[in-house]
């Protein structure tokens, strides 16, 4: 952990200003996140558009993928900055069970206002990784 722990204020300034580098030309709808992990770290994503839009990858899953490629599993909080204070999208929510239901998701939109939710609350009745177990799904690996 950090020495001096990151504020939810601090980590959704930095969200706000990873989501002035999205590349949204197609929904203008800019989107930034900011995820601290365990180790106390901060990753950040941005959306990142695509002609072909089901190519489009969200900011909360550019910053997952951007923390894990660099070795991190273990998450604390993710801040997501907004116009309106939208909450991750359904995919998001997937992607972010995947590393734990208590992970903190702070929504905040560009006036200040804020909510808190934790992935549990996101996404209840998941699909989660232990359900393929014992179901041969995994034996394809062998
Ligand atoms: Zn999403």
């Known amino acids: ?17 990873a989501r002035k ?17 365990c180790s106390g770290k901060v990753y950040t994503g ?6 072909s839009s089901g190519l489009t990858v969200c900011a909360e899953r550019v910053a997952v993928f951007k923390a894990v490629s660099e070795g991190e599993q273990e998450f604390d909080t993710l ?4 116009a309106t204070g939208a909450s ?9 069970i995947e590393f734990g239901g208590s992970l903190r998701v702070l929504v905040a939109d ?12 996101l ?6 990784g232990w359900s393929l177990v014992g179901s041969g799904a995994l034996d394809v690996a062998k």
């Open 1 to 17: 952990m950090l020495d001096k722990p990151m504020t939810d204020k601090q980590l959704i300034a930095i969200a706000a200003l």
């Open 21 to 37: 580098k999205a590349y949204a030309p197609y929904s203008g709808f800019p989107v930034g996140a900011a995820l601290l992990a």
């Open 46 to 51: 941005c959306n990142v558009e695509n002609a």
């Open 79 to 82: 801040a997501v900055v907004t």
């Open 88 to 96: 991750p999208c359904g995919a998001c929510r997937q992607v972010l």
């Open 110 to 121: 560009t006036e200040g206002h804020l909510m808190e939710f934790s992935v549990d609350q």
């Open 123 to 128: 996404i209840p009745n998941a699909f989660p």
